[in-house]
Nanobody
Framework: QVHLKESGGGLVQVGGSLSLSCEAS????????MAWFRQAPGKEREFVAS????????YYADSVKGRFTISRDDAKNTVSLQMNSLQLEDTATYFC????????????????WGQGTRVTVSS
């Protein structure tokens, strides 16, 4: 059974940093694109960042570009999201996703999802 387990969420002040991690089990994701999405209260889920296998090409939403960094460690079957200069609007539940054949922001392309980890940015 495939599991994606996020960790690292929490409470942080505006301007602070958090690092999220997603550990995958039950399937080898080393040849799949991985991604992070988020969903704020009362809003639809939105794309944050994605990363391919092999060369590790990345793609970011405009709202996080320059502040967030996605990375992966295929030996450990993990994908991480380093979040810097956090803003109030970054408050959301963050979801790890995997299994896409290409680098994309479309959530329908990812067949596997974690349960999410909550990030709250306070003033």
């Amino acid at each position: 059974q495939v599991h994606l387990k996020e960790s690292g969420g929490g409470l942080v002040q505006v301007g602070g940093s958090l690092s999220l991690s997603c550990e995958a089990s039950g399937r080898d994701f080393s040849r799949s694109a991985m991604a992070w999405f988020r969903q704020a209260p009362g809003k639809e889920r939105e794309f944050v960042a994605s990363i391919t296998w092999s060369i590790g090409a990345t793609y970011y939403a405009d709202s996080v570009k320059g502040r967030f960094t996605i990375s992966r460690d295929d030996a450990k079957n993990t994908v991480s999201l380093q979040m810097n200069s956090l803003q109030l609007e970054d408050t959301a539940t963050y979801f790890c996703a995997g299994g896409s054949d290409w680098l994309t922001d479309r959530d329908s392309s990812y067949g596997y999802w974690g349960q999410g980890t909550r990030v709250t940015v306070s003033s």
